[in-house]
Structure formats: structure tokens, C-alpha cells
């Protein structure tokens, strides 16, 4: 990627994906869509806002609207701890100019919020030094503290999602494709965050939103260009998972996914990628993946002396892998490994450093003998050693498990970038280059769907 562009591959953690219930049956995309800026712990106690041409304010509560237009350009909005005694109901939010000339005390709560726009309603408007179209709708939260909403056309959100999910550097073709998939991600997802007052986060658990700031020509001309269309599977808008990079062969969603869906099955890439994480490798040794199994999981194995696979997803990708350490064994599922080893992909093979054994010779000296790949003959045929369950037996038949020391640590070798569902963003823009329109595109990753 030109610039050490970052494409962001949402639903990071694909096991913790929320599906909603109550997604739209509806062949057209919603016109306006809400965007939680700052909520839960992420809100704050104030905020700044910033208007060229001043603000309309509208406080809305039960049985009432009350407009009020502001001429200056920075107001700030806070938590109130005053209440009105007649609406004893709600929490206020305080509105005052930078200079302190004015203040309004306005009761609020989520079904209720104060919106504030720009007086002209097309124009922007600034939340802390970042600018975004639409309003902004805004109510008392927990701990003194307000939850800010952005409410915004549907294709004005993917103007500020675009540029954050595919450079725009990239094909047409490509940013048409994306720009599609996210508009349907958007649509199938309406009401996901309800509990908190919003349909979508700004951030990767949904798609990254940046607002205003980074729009760009070329992504705002794929979004105009495919105005309104979605990826169609049974009648309605699918989950339109995408990712980075699938490493030449994108998973199947039912054999990682608690529901199955029939347009997420496996594909091969159609033309190779070369992308900068078509291969990877990381080392870490065994004191590292200790720490960060106790870090994160709080067990302690010990001595980490074998990383052992031993399930995979018909994709090739690890879906278990078993850590054993001097102080026992743990098996971790494809999400856990992601966020244990930092890895970018589960698409990976790993290889063990050297284990060596010293054997004491009624002949002579210390033997050192290295073990990696070493097989012996058995009743069964020839096995493989497995370092995990080695056993020697002493004199009088006594036997005892010991556990080789590893001094060179593990290699993990892997291929691609994210969760491997659906689109890969470096494949649609192999396919781009090479000819293929953006339906085509689709179509390859999403299985028997129609573009409408």
C-alpha cells in the first residue's frame, strides 16, 4: 500500500459478531443511519462544537419541539447537574458560547435528544476539531457524561467510510465493490447498537467512520456511482463481511460462525494478489508466550516447550491449537489465537526451534541429541516423536515424563490479513486490475447473490 496505507479489516474478532435480530427485509437501503461517536465509557463530560454559520438547536421532549438559533460559531455542550423541577424526568445538557454570552439548560435523555445542526443544514459540523455532515444528536449518559450520535444520510456515512476501508488510490472497480459491500454491511445492521441509541459504532467493530476530513474525490465517485445498490441474497441485504487479505483462499462462514450463511462459503482468489501480507512470520519465544497466555487468559503454563495444531477449517485455517507448557496444557479456539499471538491472520504453519536431549553414555561422554523431526520405529510403524509426551524408562522399568528445553522458540508462518470471511479487499483489487467489474467482484466472494 502507497503511503503505509492501513486497510482496516472490520469484525476483527469474528467469533463476537453480533448479528441482529431484527435485520431489515428490505431490498433498499435505509436513507439516513445514526453513528455512535462517543458512548459508554468512550463519552465524555464536554465537548466543543464548531459551525461556520452558527447553530439551530432543537430540544425535544415529551409533547414538545423547541427550536432556538444560535449566531455563534463555537458553542460548547456539557452534563448538567441542574434539573427543572417540572421535568424531573430527564437530565439537562448545558449549551453555552465560547464566551459565556448565552446558556441553555435542556432537559434530554436517549428518546429525547438535543440535535444540534448547522444553521445551514447541508454544511458541516465540527465536534472536537473533527468535522461530520448531518446532526448531531446528543443526551445524558452514566457518570455525568453525554453520549454524542452523528445522523446522517446513508451515502454520506459511506463518503467518511470509504477512504478508511480501501485506499482511494486504488482501481474503480475495487472502491465501487467495497463501497457496495459496505452500504449493505450498513443496511443489514440498522438497529444493532439500539441499546445504546445508534445502528453503528465509528470503529472496527462495525466499519471505521471518520467523517467529513477524509473524503476523497475518487471514494465519494464509487459511493455516487452505486448509489443505493446492495448485495441481495433470499430478498434480503446480506452480512457483507469483508477483510484485508484472504492469503489466497477466504473461509467458510459456517465452520466459524454460530449461523450459517449460505452466501459465505469458501473461495479460492482468482488471481494472485501480491499483497503485502500475502506471507508473514513472526518468532516468539517461550518466555513470551507465556506472559502473554497470563496476561490475557490469567494460566500459567510454565515452560512453553510445544505448540501443537490439531484442528483446522476446510480453508486450512487453525480453528485449535493446543499450547503445552511444564505446568499443563491449554487449548485456544481461532479467535483467542489471533489475540494471544498478535497474529494477522489463523491461515499459518508453525515451526519449533530445536529441542535437544543429553544422553549419558556408559561408553563415554555426554550425546547431545536433537529431536526436531525424528521418528522411531514402533509395533505400529514408524511414528513421529511427539515432544509433548516423552517418557524415559530407568533402571528397574521406573519411567518419567520430562519436557525438552527449547532454546530456539516458535515460528509462525502465515499468509493474509483479518477473519478471511467474504470479500478480500486485495483480491477485489487483483480483479480490478484485471478487468473485472465490480458486480463480478461481488459475486465471486458472495456465493449465488444478486446486485440490485
Known amino acids: ?54 447553530f439551530i438547536i432543537i430540544s425535544k421532549t415529551v409533547g414538545e419541539e423547541k427550536p432556538f438559533e444560535i449566531s455563534d460559531r463555537v458553542i460548547q455542550v456539557a452534563f448538567s447537574t441542574n434539573q427543572n423541577p417540572n421535568q424531573s424526568n430527564f437530565n439537562n445538557v448545558s449549551v453555552t458560547s465560547k464566551e459565556g454570552e448565552f446558556k441553555l439548560e435542556l432537559p434530554s435523555d436517549m428518546d429525547n435528544p438535543i440535535i444540534v445542526q448547522n444553521r445551514k443544514q447541508e454544511e458541516v459540523v465540527a465536534l472536537d476539531g473533527k468535522k461530520y455532515r448531518g446532526r448531531m444528536l446528543i443526551w445524558p449518559s452514566d457518570y455525568n457524561r453525554l453520549t454524542v450520535v452523528n445522523e446522517l444520510g446513508m451515502e454520506e456515512y459511506l463518503y467518511g467510510v470509504l477512504p478508511k476501508e480501501m485506499p482511494p488510490s486504488w482501481p474503480a472497480e475495487a472502491l465501487k465493490a467495497q463501497a457496495v459491500a459496505s452500504r449493505t454491511y450498513a443496511a443489514c445492521n440498522i438497529a444493532k447498537w439500539d441499546k445504546f441509541g445508534f445502528d453503528l ?62 452466501y459465505l462459503k469458501s473461495v479460492r482468489d482468482v488471481i494472485e494478489t501480491n499483497s503485502p501480507t500475502s506471507m508473514w512470520e513472526v518468532s516468539y519465544t517461550p518466555e513470551y508466550i507465556n506472559r502473554q497466555i497470563k496476561s490475557l487468559k490469567g494460566i500459567d503454563l510454565g515452560d512453553i516447550y510445544d505448540l501443537s495444531i490439531i484442528e483446522r477449517t476446510s480453508s486450512n485455517r487453525v480453528s485449535k491449537l493446543l499450547v503445552s507448557g511444564t505446568l499443563g496444557q491449554k487449548e485456544f479456539t481461532g479467535s483467542d489465537i489471533r489475540t494471544i499471538f498478535n497474529l494477522k491472520s489463523t491461515l499459518f504453519d508453525v515451526q519449533i526451534g530445536n529441542f535437544s536431549l543429553y544422553i549419558v553414555s556408559g561408553q563415554g561422554p555426554m550425546l547431545t541429541k536433537v529431536l526436531n523431526n525424528a521418528y522411531i520405529n514402533t509395533a505400529f510403524g514408524i511414528t513421529k516423536v511427539n515432544l509433548s509426551n516423552l517418557f524415559f524408562i530407568g533402571s528397574g522399568g521406573c519411567s518419567r515424563q520430562i519436557h525438552l528445553g527449547n532454546t530456539e522458540g516458535f515460528k509462525i508462518v502465515g499468509r493474509g490479513l483479518g477473519h478471511g470471511l467474504g470479500m478480500s479487499q486485495w483480491g477485489a483489487r487483483a480483479m480490478a486490475e484485471n478487468g473485472y467489474n465490480y458486480i463480478d467482484i461481488l459475486q465471486h466472494y458472495y456465493n449465488d447473490v444478486t446486485i440490485k
Not at 469474528?14 to 428490505?26: D, E, H, L, R, T
Not at 459511493?223 to 467458510?252: C, M, W
Open 1 to 54: 500500500m502507497k503511503k503505509k496505507f492501513v486497510v482496516y479489516s472490520f469484525l476483527f474478532l469474528i467469533a463476537f459478531v453480533m448479528i441482529p435480530s431484527q435485520a431489515i427485509a428490505s431490498q433498499s437501503a435505509p436513507s439516513s443511519i445514526k453513528i455512535g461517536l462517543y458512548y459508554d465509557k468512550t463519552a465524555k463530560h464536554a465537548y466543543e462544537l464548531y459551525s461556520d454559520s452558527g
Open 201 to 262: 459504532t465509528d470503529g472496527v467493530l462495525d466499519q471505521v467512520y471518520a467523517g467529513y476530513d477524509v473524503e476523497n474525490k475518487q471514494t465519494n465517485m464509487a459511493v455516487d456511482e452505486t448509489r443505493g445498490k446492495l448485495i441481495i441474497y433470499a430478498g434480503e441485504p446480506i452480512q457483507a463481511f469483508y477483510h484485508s487479505d484472504s492469503g489466497g483462499i477466504t473461509e467458510n462462514g459456517s465452520e466459524t460462525m454460530s449461523v450459517n450463511l449460505p
